[in-house]
């Protein structure tokens, strides 16, 4: 039995522990899903990317997944490298 993604997320989530954990990786997934979408609009590989940002593939794809939390000097290298914009903005909560 296929059980669909959206399913099983509710169904994790119903855990309160799980949503918990899940809301606490909240920017860590906001920031890779940012880094994708820049590079996506620029037309790049992450190979490509990684080549303008002097760094390797598998640097972008830690940074893409999520896996690392990249640094101000980072972003604003991937900014550059993308051709966006550098924005933080801290809202109430």
């Known amino acids: 039995m296929t059980l669909p993604f959206e399913k099983l997320k509710a169904r994790l989530l119903a855990n309160p522990k799980v949503k918990a954990e899940y809301d606490a990786l909240a920017p860590e997934f906001e920031i890779s899903t940012e880094l994708v979408k820049a590079?996506?609009?620029?037309?790049?590989?992450?190979?490509?990317?990684?080549?303008?940002?002097?760094?390797?593939?598998?640097?972008?794809?830690?940074?893409?997944?999520?896996?690392?939390?990249?640094?101000?000097?980072?972003?604003?290298?991937?900014?550059?490298?993308?051709?966006?914009?550098?924005?933080?903005?801290?809202?109430?909560?």
Request: hydrophobic content about 40%; charged content about 20%; cysteine-free.
């Open 39 to 93: 590079r996506l609009r620029a037309g790049l590989s992450q190979a490509e990317l990684a080549a303008r940002m002097g760094t390797s593939q598998s640097t972008i794809a830690r940074l893409e997944s999520g896996q690392t939390l990249p640094s101000t000097k980072t972003l604003l290298r991937f900014a550059k490298a993308t051709g966006s914009k550098f924005n933080v903005r801290l809202l109430a909560a």
